[in-house]
C-alpha cells in the first residue's frame, strides 16, 4: 500500500506564499488522479485540486489563480503552489489518491492576516 507524506506547512502572513509537498512511498506513475484536500477548523474536509496522471488539473473556485497543483512522477511526488494566500486558506492539507482513497497525515497551514 502507497502511503503519503505532505510537508511545507507552516505559518505565513496573508499576501504569501508556500509550497506543500506530497511524496509517495512508491511510485505514482499509474496512478490517475491525485488530490490536495484542506479541513478548516470546524468545516467540512473539501478538495482544493486535483490532477491526473496526464496534466489535466481541477481547481476549486476559491483557489483559482492562485494556487497551482503539479505532480513529478519520476520523483513520486505532488506540489501545491500557494499564492496570495488568505486567512480563509487556513487550514491542515491532506494529499489523496483518489482511487485507493489513501490520504496523508495532513500538514498545517497558518495564515495570519
Known amino acids: 500500500q502507497v502511503q503519503l507524506v505532505e510537508s511545507g506547512g507552516g505559518l505565513v502572513q496573508a499576501g504569501g506564499s508556500l509550497r506543500l509537498s506530497c511524496a509517495a512511498s512508491?511510485?505514482?506513475?499509474?496512478?490517475?488522479?491525485m488530490g490536495w484536500y484542506r479541513q478548516a477548523p470546524g468545516k467540512q474536509r473539501e478538495l482544493v485540486a486535483d490532477i491526473t496522471n496526464g496534466g489535466r488539473t481541477n481547481y476549486a473556485d476559491s483557489v483559482k489563480g492562485r494556487f497551482t497543483i503539479s505532480r513529478d512522477n519520476a520523483k513520486n511526488t505532488v506540489y501545491l503552489q500557494m499564492n496570495s494566500l488568505k486567512p480563509e486558506d487556513t487550514a491542515v492539507y491532506y494529499c489523496r489518491i483518489l482511487l485507493l482513497n489513501v490520504w496523508g497525515q495532513g500538514t498545517l497551514v497558518t495564515v495570519s492576516s
Open positions: 512508491g511510485s505514482i506513475r499509474s496512478i490517475n488522479v
